[in-house]
Every structure is written in C-alpha cells, then in structure tokens.
C-alpha cells in the first residue's frame, strides 16, 4: 500500500442527473458545506446515566449538526463525548477478549474527516473520508509503516464498515484498500447502494484481470 498517494486528477461536484453515476477509479472532488440544519438536541449532562441505544440515537443526530455550514465547537465537543462513551462502553464488553498489553482503539476524528485506529496509545492508520449526505466516501487508507506487519489494515476497514452501518450509512469505496476488503469480505457489500452495486463489481473485476495479466 502507498502511503499517501497524490491525487492527480480529482472530477467535478456531479450534476443533477449524474447523482448516482460514480466512476470508482478517480477520488471524487471534495463537495461545498451543505447548508442543511438540525435541531440542536438536548444533551444530558451525565451520559454514563443513559442507554447505549440512546447514545447511539443523540450521536447520529449530533453527528447532522456537524454536516451544516459552521457547526459550532459546541457541537463538536459533544460529538467527540459521545463517540468516546460509546466506545469506552465497547471496549469494556469486548475487553476479556483482548490480549493483555494490547489495546486497540478505533474513533471517528470528525474534525479532520479520518477514521483513526490506535495501537496502545499511537495512531497506527487512518481512512480519509467525505461526507455527502448519507453517503461516506472512503478516499484514502494510510497505515503507518512501524505497523504494516501486524495486519492492522483489516482491522481499520472493519471498523470503518461496522461504524458506517451502525450509523446507517451508504458506502463509497473509493480507495483500492476498501475496494479489496469488500471484494474479500462480501457481507459488507450491502453498504454500497444497490445502484453502484454493480459497477463496483464491473471495476473491482477489470482490476483483477489486469492484476493476473501483469
């Protein structure tokens, strides 16, 4: 995997009648702030006092409020505590199961765009993305080269997937990482709109083929 490869040529906002027309090979342009508004939610001041349903209920609606043209450091903050009580309550179900001095954590840095995994306290890689409504795109996957040997890179693009279904997004794999992932792990392909289903099989074959004739 390249670590952070230039994009050379990135296409236009699409048009109107070109909404659901994706070519899967070029890194989309990043699209202007939406102007669209939320209501801003009520916040409770003590969050390990409520559900994990509800959390994950105020998290998708504060997570909207980011999407508007200036979201406030407010919002952001509270976006941020929210993330990190859901994924403090996850790590505590999931802890038995984890190797003792190993410690993996996966957080949405909504601030810069990044789905970052940490290894024991140091961010081993992230996936850039972009939001577009319901949709997230995957542009680029990075992996630091201290940890490209412990297999992580799997780790982080089923993280990223389990993020974006539990928040019922559509997927755009744009980078070729997701695109492999997907293409290994076909569960996850229900992600992706049942309109670019198709061309996201079409491409992923061509790319095979070249692959083998190589």
């Given amino acids: 995997m390249?670590?952070?490869?230039?994009?050379?040529?990135?296409?236009?906002?699409?048009?109107?009648?070109?909404?659901?027309?994706?070519d899967w090979s070029r890194t989309p342009s990043p699209a202007p702030a939406s102007s669209r508004?939320?209501?801003?939610?009520?916040?409770?001041?003590?969050?390990?006092?409520?559900?994990?349903?509800?959390?994950?209920?105020?998290?998708?609606r504060t997570y909207q409020l980011l999407d508007s043209d200036y979201p406030s450091m407010e919002t952001r903050d509270r976006y941020e505590a929210l993330v990190e009580e859901?994924?403090?309550?996850?790590?505590?179900?999931?802890?038995p199961a984890e190797p003792e001095g190993t410690r993996?954590?996966?957080?949405?840095?909504?601030?810069?765009?990044?789905?970052?995994l940490y290894r024991n306290g140091v961010m081993a890689g992230y996936v850039q993305y972009e939001?577009?409504?319901?949709?997230?795109l995957l542009l680029q996957a990075v992996i630091d080269?201290?940890?490209?040997?412990?297999g992580l890179e799997p780790v982080l693009m089923q993280a990223v997937l389990f993020n974006a279904h539990r928040r019922r997004l559509a997927v755009m794999p744009?980078?070729?990482?997701?695109?492999d992932f997907l293409l290994a792990h076909p569960q996850f392909l229900s992600l992706i709109p049942t309109k670019q289903?198709?061309?996201?099989?079409?491409?992923?074959?061509a790319r095979e083929a070249a692959q083998q004739e190589a």
């Fill in 2 to 22: 390249e670590q952070f490869p230039q994009v050379l040529d990135r296409p236009q906002t699409p048009s109107a009648e070109a909404t659901h027309s994706f």
């Fill in 37 to 60: 508004s939320a209501e801003e939610p009520s916040f409770p001041t003590d969050l390990s006092a409520v559900s994990t349903r509800q959390l994950r209920t105020l998290c998708n």
């Fill in 86 to 95: 859901l994924e403090c309550r996850e790590s505590a179900a999931e802890a």
């Fill in 104 to 116: 993996e954590k996966f957080r949405d840095n909504a601030l810069f765009s990044r789905f970052e």
């Fill in 131 to 136: 939001m577009r409504g319901g949709d997230v």
């Fill in 145 to 150: 080269s201290r940890f490209r040997r412990m």
């Fill in 174 to 179: 744009y980078c070729p990482e997701a695109q």
């Fill in 197 to 205: 289903r198709r061309r996201f099989k079409l491409l992923t074959a």
